[in-house]
């Protein structure tokens, strides 16, 4: 690992996993019960807005009973420590990362603890429960949903992550199954612009055979490894 100044890292469910925040694509293809198109498309916001609002509630109020784990806060510590450039993208909707310290991140796929406004794109800090109908505090409309990407939607901060992608000497995914696009295309990105591509991952993910090294295993230890050999090279 020589000559790293710039560090891009992708997140994915599987860093929260031993925070246990239940991952998407588990034994059964079942996330909390619902198939994923049952509460994460525009048509289910749609179709069943009461269903869509109660599944990402009960997401929100699970928060209160998890805390960051090894991972979370080996990222934080990298967050502080790191004298180069560094973006954490994270595709989780948790807030494990900012809980831990991290403040170098964005969230691509959304927060739980946020609402949008559909009407005019106002996002305000929501930590209860957001019924259908709620009311936008800037425009008025009964219009508040819950800020999360759902299929069919462009992820957020797009033009920021492909900045850092282009910049990149080092690409870390942790915990991603490789299976969602665009992030699962990140590290061919970064490879076209040569960088060193890493996965941390319990098993490979979909992506694995385009990452230059992959190391197997549990988040909580491979983490906190990778972390404290990159700053003790440095
Ligand atoms: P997945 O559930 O698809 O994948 C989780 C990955 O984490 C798998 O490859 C597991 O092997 C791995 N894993 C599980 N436990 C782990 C551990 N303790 N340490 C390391 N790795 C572990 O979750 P994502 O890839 O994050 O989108 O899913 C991507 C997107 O699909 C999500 O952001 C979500 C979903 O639809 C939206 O909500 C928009």
Redesign the pocket.
Known sequence: MQDIQNIVIL?????S??SGI?????PGGL?EGHR?EEV?TPEALAHDPDLVHRFYDLRRAALANVVPNA?HDALARLDREWSGELLIVT???DDLHERAGATRMLH???ELNSALCAACDTRVAWRESLPPGSACATCGAEALRPD????G?M?YRMEVIERALSRADLFVS???????YP??GFVQTARYHGAQTLE??????AGSVYFSEVRL??????VPEWVEALLTQA
């Open positions: 997140t994915g469910a599987g860093i996993a031993e239940a991952t998407f694509r588990g996330w994923v994460c991972a595709q989780n909707v691509m796929h959304g999360i990407v759902f299929f939607e992820p942790i915990g991603t199954s490789g299976a969602v992030a699962a941390l991952n319990l098993e490979p993910s295993g549990a988040a909580g230890v491979l």
